[in-house]
C-alpha cells in the first residue's frame, strides 16, 4: 500500500508497505491482508488491526517540526493521519508517531529586525575568528542559523520580547556547595526567569553559585543545561570542582572536535555506590527547608558583622589620620566635660548645637547657658569659652574613641550571637543535608546505568538519550551549537565570563536554550574586538545595543532590557586581603561589596614603590621581539622587592603582572622561572598570594601617549583584585598620580591607607569624611530648625546639584563633605596672623570641601553666599576675605557662588574638569 495514502497497523506494528491490497469483512468482523509477493489472503480481527488513510500534507513552509524535544533535521514531507503523523525522509525511510508527540514551530528568523541585526553580525562575521583552523567558522555558523525558535532566548533577546516569569518550588532549592545570601538570591533569580544576570565582582564565588544552579537543574529539576565561556579555561573550572566532587560523569566536555574526541574515547561512568542514605529524601528535605529559614536569619547577622567590621577598619584608619593631625596641634588640657563619657552621638549633638549658636551668635544668651547645664552637664560656660579650640579638638578625639568602641561592642555581641546560635555547624549540617538529597536523587536516577554504547557519530541521533545520561554540556560560546542537533533547545545555558563574550557568539549561544543565566562583571576586562574592521563593514548597527564593537553579550543585554533585567550582584568577597579589596569596592563598586576576609597579619598588604626621576621606558620597534618594556621597574622587583623579607614565600605563591606583553617576557627572564609574569588581560581568572604590578611607563613625552592604554579602570580593577594576602605598585616617580585617574587614584589609596609621611606634612590634610557625615547628618538639619530663613535652603539645592553632578561617570572619583571646619583642614597654622588664627579658632567652617575619594584630600571647597548674609554685612565680608586669604595662603582653591548668581553647574565642573585634565585649580580663588 502507498505509505503517503495509508496507515495499517497490525498488533500494533507498522506494515503498510508490505500490505498488497485489504478487504473489510463486516459480517464477521474480519479484515483481509493480502501481502506482496503472495496470492493468499489473512483474515484478523478488527480489533488487531487499524487502519488510517486520506492524510493532510503538513505544512512546513517558515516552520521546523518536532518530536518530543527532537527536531526533525529537513524531512521530505509529514503526513498527518489524526491521531498518528508519518514522517518520510529522504532516503525513503519513514516512521510514525503519536500526534500528541508531534508539533511544529514558526520561525522567527523572519521577522525584519531579527534578520537586520544577523545580517549585521553575518557582515563582521566574515572578518573574525574564533583562533581555530577553520578561519570561515563564525560566518558558517551564523549562516547555519536560518530558524530561530519564537520560545528560545535568541527569539527574545532579537524581537526584545518579555523575559518570562514563572513560580518555581523555592521550597525544594539544595545547596550541595554551600552559599551565602547573594547567592541564594542568585539561585532564585536562575530558577524564575527566562533570562537573568549574575554580576560576580571578582572573589565573590560565581564558580560556587553555578555549581547550586547546576546542582538545582539537573537532580532537583530534571533539566538539560551548558556551561559555555569565550574559552575552555573558564569552563574548565567548573568541570573541575564537579569532579572534585564525584560528579564528573554528569558532565560531557564537547565543542571543538579534539574535546569531542577525547570525551567518547573515555566517557565518565556513574559511580553512585553507597549514595542510597537511609535517611527518607522528605526528611531531608524537610531538615532543609527548616534550616534554610534559621540560616537566612543567621547570614544576615554575618553580613551585618561583616559590615560593621568594614566601617571600624575605615574608622579605625580615619582614627590614624586624625590623631596624626591632633599631635600637630599643639592642644592644652582642655575642660573635661561630662560629655566625654556619654555616647559618640551626644558630642555630635554638642558640636552641632554649639556651632549654630555661635553662628546665630546665640552663645552668649542665658537660654543658651541653661541648655547647656541640663543637656550637656557644662557648668563652667566661661573655661569653654577660653579653651574652645582644645575642648572641640578633643571632644571630635574623644568621638572617635567612642564610636571605635561602640562598633566594636556591637560585633562582639553579633559574633557572641552566631556562636550560641552554632552558626558554622549549622552551615556544615546544611550542606551535609543538601549534599546526600542530590546524591539521593543521583542514585536513584544512576544506579542501573548500563556502560554508554554513544559515539562521536551517533549521540546527536540518539541525543534524548545522551542528554539524559549527561544532562550538563561544556563547551566554548561559539562551538555549542555543533555539539548538539540542529534546532535543538536545551533548557539552560549559562554564560561564564559573558562580559568577554562578544555578540556573535553569545547569539549563537543564545539559539540554544529556553533559558539563560549571563555570568559576568562589566567592571572586568572586556572582550577584544579588532577595532580595524570596523570600516570594512557594509551594514549598519541595528541599534546601539546591538554595536558589535562597543558591547559584549552582557551589556548588549543589559542594554536591551534595562531596569527589567533581573540582575543580583553577588556581594561578600572572599578572596583578597580586606584593605586590597577595599580599593576596588569603593572604586568600582559604589562600596557595594563585603569583604568577609580575615587578615593573616597586621601588617599593611600595600606596598608602593616609585622609580627615581628619569626616562626608563623604552620601546623596541625592530626585529621578532617588538614592544615597551621599563629596565629600571625590572631592577627595582629583582634587586629590591622579590629581596624584601616583607615577601617572603615560596616564589610559586608570587604573580607579576603587567599591561605590556614585551615587559611582561622581559621580566620572566629575569626572575626565578616558578613566578609567573604575565600581562593582566592572561591573569583574569587567577589569583596569587602576592601580585606584583609594573606600569612601565615614565613620564616622558612617549610615556605620556600611552597612558589611555594603561591606566584603564578594568585593567586597574583585575589587576588588583588578583592579589590575595599583598599587592606591589611599581610606577614611575610621579606621571600616574599626576595625570593618571585610576593608577593616580590606586596610588592615592595605597598611599592613605599606609599613612605615607607625604601626605601627613601636607599643608592642607586630609577630610575626616567619616566624622563629617555624622556630623552634618546632625549640624544641617539644625541650622535649617533653628533658622529657617537664612540661607541653608540654598545650602541644600546646592547638596543636590552637587550630589547629581559627581553621580557622572567622568566624576565619580570625587565626593564631597559639609560643614568641614576650617581647623580640622590645616596641619598647622604657621602661616596665618594673629587674626586669622583667631578666626579660624573661633569655629568658621567652609559650606562644602569636594575632596579625591580615594584619600580624602581636598580639591576645591565651594562656598554659598547669600546676598543678605554677605553683601550687605560689611564684617561678614571682611571675614569672607579672611578665609579667602587664608585659603590662598594654603593653596586651597575656593569657588564662591552667591545665591543670586546662575550658572552654578557649570563653574563646578569647570573646576572639577581643571583637575580631571592635570590643570591646577590651585592657582587662584573663582569669584
Request: proline share 4%; net charge neutral.
Amino acid at each position: 500500500m502507498d505509505i503517503t495514502q495509508y496507515i495499517i497497523l497490525i498488533r500494533g506494528q507498522d506494515k503498510t508497505s508490505e500490505v498488497a491490497s485489504f478487504t473489510r469483512n463486516y459480517l464477521n468482523n474480519k479484515i483481509n491482508i493480502r501481502y506482496h509477493g503472495g496470492f493468499q489472503s489473512y483474515a484478523y480481527n478488527q480489533a488487531n488491526v487499524r487502519i488510517f488513510e486520506s492524510p493532510q500534507m503538513v505544512d512546513l513552509n517558515n516552520k521546523i517540526a518536532y518530536i518530543g524535544d527532537v527536531p526533525l533535521y529537513n524531512p521530505q514531507c509529514i503526513l498527518n493521519f489524526g491521531e498518528l503523523i508519518r514522517i518520510i525522509e529522504f532516503n525513503g525511510k519513514s516512521c510514525i508517531v503519536r500526534s500528541d508527540e508531534f508539533y511544529t514551530v514558526e520561525n522567527s528568523a523572519g521577522d525584519a529586525a531579527a534578520h537586520q541585526i544577523l545580517e549585521y553580525l553575518r557582515d563582521i562575521a566574515q572578518y573574525t575568528t574564533t583562533g581555530t583552523e577553520d578561519s570561515a567558522f563564525l560566518r558558517q555558523e551564523l549562516d547555519r542559523l536560518t530558524f530561530i525558535h519564537p520560545e528560545s532566548v535568541l527569539g527574545r533577546y532579537l524581537l526584545q520580547k518579555p523575559i518570562d516569569r514563572r513560580p518555581a518550588e523555592l521550597d525544594r532549592i539544595i545547596f550541595p556547595f554551600s552559599f551565602n545570601l547573594s547567592q541564594k538570591t542568585a539561585l532564585e533569580q536562575a530558577l524564575t526567569n527566562s533570562i537573568s544576570v549574575i554580576e560576580g565582582p571578582p572573589g565573590t564565588g560565581k564558580t560556587q553559585t553555578i555549581l547550586n544552579i547546576l546542582a538545582n537543574l539537573v537532580a532537583v529539576q530534571g533539566r538539560s543545561v551548558a556551561v559555555v565561556s569565550n574559552n575552555n579555561e573558564a569552563v574548565k573550572n567548573v568541570s573541575e570542582k564537579l569532579e572534585k566532587k564525584q560528579y564528573h560523569f554528569l558532565t560531557a566536555f564537547l565543542g571543538k572536535k579534539d574535546n569531542q574526541d577525547a570525551f567518547f574515547s573515555n566517557m565518565p561512568i556513574p559511580d553512585v555506590e553507597g549514595w542510597d542514605y537511609s535517611v527518607a529524601e522528605s526528611e531531608l528535605s524537610g531538615q532543609i527547608q527548616k534550616w534554610n529559614v534559621r540560616l537566612t536569619e543567621l547570614m544576615n547577622q554575618e553580613r551585618t558583622k561583616a559590615k560593621l567590621e568594614q566601617e571600624l577598619r575605615a574608622w579605625k584608619l580615619e582614627q590614624e589620620h586624625f590623631e596624626r593631625y591632633f599631635s600637630r596641634q599643639d592642644v592644652e588640657e582642655a575642660v573635661r566635660l561630662p560629655l566625654f563619657s556619654r555616647s559618640p552621638e551626644k558630642i555630635l549633638d554638642f558640636l552641632a548645637e554649639t556651632s549654630v549658636a555661635e553662628e546665630l551668635h546665640l552663645a552668649k544668651g542665658l537660654f543658651y547657658r541653661i541648655k547647656l547645664l541640663f543637656k550637656f552637664g557644662v557648668l563652667n560656660v566661661r573655661k569653654l569659652e577660653q579653651k574652645e579650640v582644645p575642648v572641640l579638638l578633643s571632644l571630635q578625639r574623644k568621638y572617635y574613641q567612642l564610636q571605635i568602641q561602640k562598633l566594636e561592642q556591637r560585633i562582639n555581641q553579633l559574633s557572641s550571637a552566631l556562636e550560641q546560635n552554632s552558626f558554622e555547624r549549622l552551615k556544615e549540617m546544611h550542606q551535609a543535608a543538601s549534599e546526600k538529597l542530590f546524591r539521593t536523587y543521583l542514585h536513584r536516577k544512576y544506579q542501573n546505568s548500563a556502560i554508554p554504547a554513544f559515539t562521536r557519530r551517533n549521540y546527536k541521533v540518539l541525543f534524548s538519550e545522551f542528554i539524559k545520561a549527561y544532562p550538563i554540556l561544556l563547551s566554548t560560546t561559539h562551538a555549542l551549537r555543533r555539539s548538539i542537533p540542529q534546532n535543538y533547545l536545551l533548557d539552560y545555558v549559562i554564560i561564564d565570563e559573558s562580559s568577554q563574550v562578544d555578540l556573535i557568539t553569545g547569539v549563537l549561544a543564545f539559539s540554544c536554550c529556553r533559558n539563560v543565566v549571563i555570568v559576568g562583571d562589566l567592571k572586568q576586562l572586556p572582550q577584544i574586538t579588532d577595532q580595524k574592521i570596523k570600516s570594512w563593514i557594509r551594514t549598519a548597527p541595528p541599534g546601539r545595543e546591538y554595536d558589535y564593537f562597543a558591547n559584549s553579550i552582557l551589556s548588549s543585554l543589559m542594554a536591551v532590557y534595562g531596569g527589567k533585567l533581573p540582575t543580583v550582584t553577588l556581594r561578600e568577597h572572599y578572596r583578597c586581603h580586606p584593605q586590597i579589596i577595599e580599593f576596588c569596592n569603593q572604586k568600582y563598586y559604589n562600596g557595594a561589596l563585603i569583604a568577609y576576609t580575615k587578615p593573616k597579619s597586621e601588617e599593611c598588604p600595600l606596598i608602593l614603590y616609585k622609580t627615581v626621576e628619569g626616562n626608563h621606558m623604552r620601546r623596541v620597534t625592530r626585529g621578532t621581539s617588538k614592544g615597551v618594556y621599563n629596565q629600571r621597574e625590572i631592577d627595582v622587583i629583582v634587586n629590591e622587592i622579590l629581596k624584601n623579607p616583607y615577601l617572603e614565600g615560596r616564589y610559586e605563591d608570587i604573580g607579576i603582572v603587567t599591561p605590556y606583553r614585551k615587559q611582561a617576557d622581559q621580566m620572566a627572564g629575569e626572575v626565578d622561572p616558578s613566578i609567573e609574569s604575565d600581562t593582566v588581560h592572561k591573569y583574569q581568572g587567577r589569583e596569587k598570594n602576592t601580585i606584583i604590578m609594573s606600569t612601565v611607563l615614565d613620564s616622558s613625552w612617549d610615556g605620556q601617549r600611552g597612558i589611555a592604554f594603561i591606566d584603564d579602570p578594568q585593567m586597574i580593577n583585575v589587576a588588583v583584585s588578583r592579589a590575595i594576602d599583598k599587592f606591589v605598585l611599581v610606577t614611575d616617580h610621579d606621571l600616574f598620580f599626576k595625570r593618571g585617574e585610576h593608577i593616580g587614584d590606586l596610588i592615592r589609596y595605597m598611599q592613605y591607607s599606609t599613612l605615607d609621611e607625604n601626605v601627613v606634612e601636607s599643608r592642607i590634610v586630609s577630610v575626616f569624611d567619616l566624622l563629617y557625615q555624622r556630623y552634618s547628618a546632625k549640624l544641617l538639619p539644625l541650622k535649617a530648625k533653628m533658622n529657617p530663613k537664612a540661607r541653608y535652603q540654598s545650602e541644600e539645592a546646592l547638596r543636590l546639584l552637587l550630589e547629581e553632578i559627581l553621580e557622572q561617570p567622568q566624576y565619580s572619583r570625587y565626593g564631597y563633605t559639609q560643614g568641614v571646619l576650617l581647623q580640622n583642614l590645616l596641619n598647622d597654622t604657621e602661616l596665618l596672623t594673629e587674626d586669622e588664627a583667631v578666626f579660624v579658632g573661633n569655629r568658621a567652617s567652609l559650606d562644602f570641601v569636594v575632596f579625591y575619594q580615594q584619600d580624602k584630600s581636598c580639591i576645591f571647597a565651594i562656598e554659598v553666599d547669600g546676598f543678605a548674609f554677605h553683601e550687605n554685612q560689611p564684617e561678614q565680608l571682611r571675614r569672607d576675605a579672611m578665609k579667602d586669604n587664608i585659603l590662598k595662603k594654603y593653596n586651597l582653591p575656593l569657588l564662591r557662588l552667591a545665591t543670586n548668581g546662575s550658572g552654578e553647574r557649570e563653574k563646578i565642573e569647570k573646576m572639577l574638569d581643571k583637575q580631571r585634565n592635570g590643570s591646577s585649580v590651585a592657582t587662584e580663588i573663582p569669584k
